[in-house]
């Protein structure tokens, strides 16, 4: 059985309390809730990890090269700044997609910048937390 990692990075725990114009109303639990309903039916075992501190992501990243077969990562704000996670996804590589809730694109200068997206498998970005579902469809076809 498969495993995929998901991770949310900073200020992600505060879905739902957080600029719902850009990021919806859906709290965090609600997401993975949904994603780990189509999990099951997808026969692919969910991990979950969110953080608001890099370092703590980059040592998740590296202890997944142990047993994870696919990730699904919003960095959030370290999408624009962070090379220490971008360093950790090239050395364990293990294929990952890039999720953003809001489009990036859109929004200011700053955040059309992504560390990930030339190393990433795909970019989703401004679909909301279908983003995640379509992120975690993609991975299980990825990996048959
Ligand atoms: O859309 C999102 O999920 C991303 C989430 C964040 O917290 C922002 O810092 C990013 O710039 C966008």
Known sequence: MANILVINGPNLNMLGKREPEHYGRQTL????EELETLADD???????FQSNAEHE?????????EDIDFIIINP?????TSVAIRDALSTVKIPFIE??????????AFRTHSYFSDLAEGVIAGLGPIGYQLALAAAVEKLK
């Open 29 to 32: 639990g609600d997401i993975i």
């Open 42 to 48: 997808y026969e692919v075992r969910l991990y979950n």
């Open 57 to 65: 992501i980059v040592e998740r990243i590296q202890t997944a090269i």
């Open 76 to 80: 959030a704000a370290f999408t624009h």
């Open 99 to 108: 999720v953003h809730l809001s489009n990036i694109h859109k929004r200011e």
